[in-house]
């Protein structure tokens, strides 16, 4: 078996290697494993020792976990226990029952995060991620504090506030944001079902334009997108938070705790990358009052939105700031 600190080598040297199409010769993150976690069975990757301080990465959309396929072994080489989760609509995650609704609202996305610590029996976690996974860290840790080491989100507090949904963006950011008005009438649903990777793409590269991916690596993250609840979880989710369509009963609750827009009290690093194309980046202060606890705020150079998969290094270390603490 290769060691899990070499992986990331491996990958690298398949990049480099003459003929190669950025293809490794061993996934880094290892095989998928699944567990049953609330309404979920859960497809996950997990590196380092058991015994190590737990560490949840969670990723974006429309991407996988191989946005943290550098990461993860970063972080495994220096002990912590990595958990790289499918999230809800991705990958080999499944609905354990075909009458649960299929939701992708914020609550939803939030409990999956803690459901799954229950079933992994892992008390308290680091919780880190960007875009829906971020959003899943924030409500998590907002939520439940107390099983929560400390959080790295990407672009800040992600915590949707629905009430105001209406409300204009600069006119920048709503031509980023097309695909969610889209995602709103039928034709959107169309669309994604029959071109969920051109979309997917399309986005890939107005996120991060400064991101030079390959065939093989969007052909890798894309064939998570085949899961069949992945057009039913995304359409929900984006009308939901545009206020278009209705939470489910099971969220309800935490739907209405999130509404008040808890402050974030654990440790917390945020990131912005630079090169974002859909979220600019900011100097952090419009969100102070949403954390309560200590938190620092970090632009990383030409890093787009995918930011754990473009620098890999800064995001590692921002990780590794919060859990070593916990050695």
Known sequence: MVPQAAYIHMYRAGRRAAGKLEIPRQDPLGSIQQIEAGELSI????????????????????????SYEEVAPMLASRGCRVIVPHLRGHGTTRFLNDATPRAGQQ?????????????????????????????????????????????????????????????????RMEAGFWYQYYFLTERGHAGL???????????????SPEWNFGDAVFN?????????????????????????AKGFPLYEHMEQRLAARPVIAVPTITLDGAADGVVPA???????????????????????HNLPQEDPSAFAAAVWELASRHR
């Open 43 to 66: 497809g996950y990757a997990e590196l380092g020792p058991k015994d190590g301080i737990p560490v949840l990465l969670l990723h974006g959309w429309p991407y996988d976990i191989h």
């Open 107 to 171: 609550a939803a996305v939030g409990n999956d995060v803690i459901a799954l610590m229950n079933a992994l029996e892992i008390p308290r976690a680091v919780l880190a991620g960007y875009d829906w996974g971020g959003r899943a860290a924030c409500v998590a840790a907002a939520l439940w504090p107390d099983r929560c080491i400390g959080l790295v989100s990407v672009n800040g507090y992600l915590i949707q506030d629905i009430a105001k949904a209406s409300r204009p963006l600069p006119a």
């Open 282 to 304: 900011t100097d952090g202060k419009s969100a102070m009052t949403l954390f309560s606890g200590e938190r620092q705020h970090r632009v990383v150079p030409r890093a787009g």
């Open 193 to 207: 079902t029959a071109n969920r990777r051109e979309i997917a793409r399309l986005m890939w590269t107005r996120n």
């Open 220 to 244: 890798r993250s894309a064939a998570a997108f085949d899961n069949p609840d992945y057009v039913d979880v995304t359409i929900h989710s984006y009308r939901h938070r545009l206020g278009f």
